[in-house]
């Protein structure tokens, strides 16, 4: 990827297509999913809070793995992080982990950290710390055998992030925008 004017751009060969789900969906027809022409799905693992910081598994993660698998989804999965520090960011990557313990994982597992408001216990994270929580998320993730992925949008990956030392990682890139 690289910058075209003050777009950030994706070039890509092959590509296949999915969605992501929490359970903010609610109950899923996995067969109408695949029907559809979905091939994969990334499945919210869990999630720490944004005011007290708490970890919690999805309520849906379980129910729809086995519905994604039953119809032969390709799987990955997703941790919605509010980490305030790379001990933060190991810690939600075990805890996905340890979810995901003997599922069949094909797709990445993505470190999804996204800003909330000024009130939230990430509203003071500067571009180097949240850079060590990447990184520190996707290195524990490639030790157990996975491949890791950075959920981002164009405003993060230019200006909070230290963008050439995730250059190694694969980018789940959010687009927000028409354009």
């Not at 032969?72 to 190991?90: D, H, N, R």
Request: hydrophobic letters at 40%; aromatic letters at 16%; proline letters at 2%.
């Amino acid at each position: 990827f690289g910058f075209e004017g003050e777009y950030l751009a994706c070039y890509a060969g092959d590509y296949m297509v999915g969605i992501d789900v929490s359970y903010w969906q609610g109950n899923i027809d996995w067969q109408k999913v695949k029907d559809s022409g979905i091939e994969f799905v990334m499945l919210r693992i869990g999630q720490r809070g944004s005011e007290k910081g708490v970890i919690a598994e999805d309520k849906m993660v379980r129910s729809y793995y086995e519905g994604a698998s039953a119809v032969g989804l390709k799987i990955g999965g997703y941790f919605f992080s509010q980490a305030i520090t790379p001990e933060e960011a190991v810690e939600e990557a075990e805890f996905m982990l340890s979810v995901i313990e003997g599922w069949n994982i094909e797709m990445p597992l993505v470190f999804d950290w996204e800003y909330i408001d000024e009130t939230s216990r990430t509203a003071d994270m500067d571009a180097r710390t949240l850079t060590d929580c990447t990184i520190a998320f996707c290195d524990t993730v490639q030790a157990a055998g996975y491949t890791p992925m950075i959920y981002s949008n164009r405003d993060q990956t230019r200006n909070t992030l230290y963008i050439e030392e995730l250059i190694g990682y694969k980018f789940w890139l959010a687009m927000y925008e028409t354009t």
